[in-house]
């Protein structure tokens, strides 16, 4: 019988992802379909751009309305891609929600994205899980951003 790979823990062990900081996120479509939009064209500087789909439409106003939820979340940059989000979280000291009980995590702020926008679309869109990497640096946040 052919064993299967064992998953690695996407996350950085012992590292508290509540902490106030940078946070580079990416979430995917499951499959990599290419549901959130299309490239087409080019803007005015000359490079092609996403024009976003119905559902792509969705995730940009989800992401625009996340630091309305929570004090101290920012969403500092962010695109959308054809199948998967790109976005630099900002996490600031007194975060979480009112009345939170635990303070707010970068995989809770990606898990209420990815609900809420399922549950608008009426299906399952998004890959489990998502990429992340700390910004430790201003000089790794400009190459970044």
């Known amino acids: 019988m052919k064993e299967f790979p064992t ?6 062990k012992a590292f508290d ?13 499951k499959d990599r379909h290419e549901m ?3 490239l087409v064209g080019r803007d005015a500087l000359g490079a092609p751009y996403v ?16 630091p309305l939820f929570y004090t101290g979340v920012a969403i500092d940059k962010y695109i959308i891609m054809p ?11 007194n975060y979480g929600a009112p009345r939170a009980s635990r303070p707010t995590t970068i995989s809770t702020i ?8 399922n549950k608008e ?5 998004w890959q489990t899980s998502f ?7 201003e000089e790794e946040y400009q190459m970044i951003w």
């Open 7 to 12: 998953r690695k823990h996407p996350r950085l």
């Open 17 to 29: 992802y509540s902490q106030s900081g940078a946070y580079f996120i990416t979430f995917c479509v």
């Open 36 to 38: 959130l939009g299309k």
């Open 51 to 66: 024009e976003l789909s119905e559902y792509g439409v969705v995730v940009d106003n989800e992401i625009r309305n996340t």
């Open 83 to 93: 199948n998967h989000v790109h976005m630099i979280v900002i996490l600031q000291k």
């Open 110 to 117: 990606l898990a209420i994205i990815k609900r809420k926008t």
């Open 121 to 125: 679309f009426g299906f399952d869109l």
């Open 131 to 137: 990429h992340d990497h700390i910004i430790r640096s």
